[in-house]
C-alpha cells in the first residue's frame, strides 16, 4: 500500500502538503490537490485511521452498540444510520451486547481503544447508573437510541404509550384474558396493564406472563392454559420474534386465531405482512429514529459545549392484521392510534 511520503515522492510535493489534502484541507493550490488526490487514487491509497486518531484529529468513526443484531428491526435502523454516516464522510463499526451487560461494558473499552468521534447505543438496562457512568468515562459524544435514559440525548418511541395501544386493542376486540410474552418490567407491559386496568380494575386476575424464551416451556405453559380456559385471550408478545414464535406454538396447538387467541407483536417486521394470518403488530417510525438520532450526534460531535440533553420521543402506530383483528379476508390492514 502506497504511503504519504511515497505521494509526496511521485507528486513532487511536501509531505505536509499531501497530509492537508488527504485531510480534506481546501487551502492548497487546486492543481496541487487534483494531482496529490490522482496519485492517491491510482494507487489505492488507505488512511491510517488509528494513526490519526492518536494524532488528535477525528477518526470519522461512530460506534454503534445494539442488543440484538440478529432483529431485522435494529438491522433496518442500521441500514438508515449507515446512510446517514456516509453522507457526513463517516463509518459504523458495529458491536452486539447480547442483552449482556458484561459484554457490553467490553463493548465500549474496545470502542475506547478505537477512537471514535461518537457513540449510538441501545443499552441493555437504560436506568443503570454503572452504565451512564461508563458512558461517561468515554468523554464522546453520546446518543441512546430506542431507549430513553434521564439526563442524556434519547431518541425513542414511548413504550408505555404503545403497550396502551395494544391493550385498547384487545379489549375492543373483545378479548377480556390475557398473555403478555416477556417481562412484566418492560414499559410495554406497564403501558399494555394501565390501559387494560383501566378498563377493568381486575385485570391483574386475568393476564398470564410468559417470561421464558424458549419453545418447550411456552409450549407447556400455552397447553395448560387453554386447557383451562375456553375464553377468548389477547395475547401481547415484546416482539415480532416472539409474536412469531408464539404464532407457530398457537396452529401447533389448533387454537383458533382469532377467533380463540388474538395476537400482537411489536417492531412490525417485514414479515408481518407475509405470515398468514398476517401478523398485528406495532410499527415503529424507524428511518425517523435512526436519522435523527444521527444528525443529533452530529451536532453533538461539532458543537461539544452544547451540553442541554433533548429527548425525543417519537409516536408509534399499532397496525392491525387479522391475527388479533376480525378483518375480511379482502379488508386491508388499518392504523389505530
Same mark, same amino acid.
Given at each position: ?6 505521494? %509526496? ?6 509531505? =505536509? ?9 481546501? !487551502?492548497?493550490? /487546486? ?6 488526490? %490522482? ?5 489505492? $491509497?488507505? =488512511? ?6 492518536? %494524532? ?17 428491526? $435494529? ?33 465500549? #473499552? ?12 441501545? /443499552?441493555? @438496562? ?12 468515554? @468523554? ?18 414511548? #413504550? ?19 398473555? $403478555?410474552?416477556?417481562? =412484566? ?7 399494555? !396493564? +394501565? !390501559? ?7 385485570? =391483574?386476575? #386475568? ?8 419453545? +418447550? ?25 416472539? %409474536? ?21 407483536? $411489536? @417492531? ?60 375480511? /379476508?379482502? !379488508? ?6
Amino acid at each position: 500500500m502506497i504511503t504519504m511520503t511515497e505521494i %509526496a515522492k511521485q507528486t513532487g510535493v511536501s509531505q =505536509p502538503t499531501v497530509s492537508r489534502v488527504l485531510n480534506g484541507n481546501t !487551502a492548497v493550490n /487546486p492543481q496541487v490537490r487534483e494531482r496529490v488526490l %490522482a496519485c492517491a487514487k491510482a494507487n489505492g $491509497f488507505q =488512511p491510517n485511521i488509528l494513526a490519526r486518531s492518536l %494524532a488528535g484529529s477525528r477518526t470519522r468513526l461512530i460506534g454503534v452498540i445494539l442488543t440484538d443484531i440478529s432483529n431485522s428491526f $435494529f438491522a433496518d435502523l442500521v441500514k438508515y444510520m449507515e446512510r446517514e454516516a456516509r453522507l457526513a464522510g463517516c463509518s459504523l463499526i458495529l458491536f452486539n451486547s447480547g442483552y449482556d451487560s458484561k459484554q457490553e461494558e467490553e463493548c465500549l #473499552h474496545v470502542l475506547q481503544r478505537y477512537r471514535v468521534d461518537g457513540l449510538i447505543a441501545v /443499552p441493555v @438496562d437504560a436506568s443503570s447508573s454503572r452504565w451512564k457512568e461508563q458512558i461517561q468515562n468515554l @468523554d464522546i459524544p453520546a446518543v441512546i437510541l430506542t431507549k430513553r435514559a434521564e439526563g442524556m440525548d434519547c431518541v425513542y418511541v414511548s #413504550h408505555e404509550e404503545a403497550g396502551a395501544q395494544v391493550g385498547n386493542h384487545l379489549w375492543e376486540e373483545g378479548f377480556r384474558e390475557f398473555i $403478555f410474552c416477556g417481562r =412484566p418490567e418492560d414499559s410495554k407491559y406497564q403501558g399494555f !396493564a +394501565a !390501559a387494560l386496568t383501566a378498563r377493568d380494575p381486575s385485570f =391483574p386476575q #386475568h393476564v398470564t406472563v410468559i417470561r421464558s424464551k424458549e419453545s +418447550a416451556v411456552i409450549h407447556r405453559t400455552l397447553n395448560d392454559y387453554f386447557s383451562r380456559t375456553r375464553k377468548r385471550t389477547g395475547i401481547f408478545a415484546y416482539n415480532d420474534r416472539r %409474536a412469531l414464535q408464539m404464532l407457530g406454538l398457537l396452529q401447533k396447538l389448533k387454537i383458533q386465531i382469532p377467533e380463540r387467541a388474538g395476537l400482537v407483536g $411489536f @417492531d412490525n417486521t417485514y414479515m408481518c405482512e407475509l405470515l398468514y394470518p398476517g401478523l398485528s403488530s406495532v410499527s415503529q417510525p424507524n428511518e425517523e429514529m435512526a436519522v435523527t438520532a444521527m444528525r443529533r450526534l452530529f451536532h453533538r460531535i461539532e458543537h461539544p459545549k452544547d451540553s442541554a440533553p433533548e429527548d425525543h420521543p417519537l409516536k408509534a402506530t399499532l397496525l392491525c392484521r387479522q391475527s388479533s383483528a376480525a378483518l375480511s /379476508p379482502k !379488508a386491508e390492514p388499518s392504523a389505530k392510534s
